[in-house]
């Protein structure tokens, strides 16, 4: 299934709760993304990183941080500061080569409900 | 960044006919355009793309046309079968000058019903 592996599959989270989605890779892809998709929307881009140590912000970086500590994995933390987190949550990955990059793959995805 | 408008948000074809899905991208720049079919409740698959070099590409049923001119690129889905059946998305490099490196941005989708 692409090498790339997302947990938990679902998550329920109360109000005022930070929770960690956790993504790994094991195609040795340089780049990783996470993305927010809520329903009849397309994917929005959260966070996105090109190398470990070292990521940028995306379109709706707000109430949400990530790290990059190692090439495999690039978890994102749902903060209390983000006000309407209930969403599917996808993370994905890519080569970047001197041809441009490469087809970006996604996880399975984590469904993140707010009770 | 770049902005992409996906048309229409929802297609019904009978099964065997042809299916077409448009997308208009703003930003003269952008060199690289993926096709992803999503099935409900799963992840993203790439299904075709294409670089701003080329203006067509096809794969057995399923091709792409990009019109760098008019800005807009289309999916083509020809002799279509109930497994067709999905959501749709276009995208388009966030900023061209990244290429994709750094992220994409996706149309609304398209939910394609192949009625039997």
């Known amino acids: 299934d692409g090498g790339i592996t997302q947990s938990p599959k679902y998550l329920f989270r109360k109000e005022g709760q930070n929770v960690t989605l956790s993504c790994e890779q094991n195609?040795?892809?340089?780049?990783m993304y996470w993305y927010r998709q809520d329903p009849g929307q397309g994917l929005r881009l959260i966070y996105y990183?090109?190398?470990?140590?070292?990521?940028q912000k995306g379109d709706i970086a707000e109430g949400y941080s990530v790290s990059r500590e190692k090439k495999e994995s690039f978890p994102l933390t749902v903060t209390s500061a983000q006000k309407n987190p209930t969403a599917f949550y996808l993370c994905a990955s890519n080569f970047l080569g001197a041809g441009g990059p490469g087809e970006q793959f996604f996880g399975p995805g984590t469904r993140l409900t707010v009770l | 960044g770049e902005n992409v408008e996906q048309h229409p948000s929802t297609l019904s074809v009978q099964e065997g006919d042809s299916a077409v899905i448009k997308c208009t991208y703003s930003?003269?720049?952008?060199?690289?355009f993926p096709w992803y079919k999503q099935e409900l409740g799963k992840r993203p698959q790439l299904i075709i793309d294409i670089r701003s070099n080329v203006g067509e590409k096809k794969d057995q049923r399923i091709a792409v046309t990009l019109n760098k001119t008019a800005k807009h690129f289309s999916l083509h889905i020809t002799e279509t079968q109930p497994e067709d059946s999905a959501v749709y998305f276009c995208a388009a490099p966030n900023s061209p000058s990244g290429g994709g490196a750094d992220g994409l941005t996706f149309g609304k989708g398209t939910h394609l019903i192949i009625q039997p």
């Open positions: 990183s090109q190398i470990v140590n070292d990521f």
């Open positions: 195609l040795n892809h340089d780049a």
């Open positions: 930003d003269s720049a952008s060199n690289y």
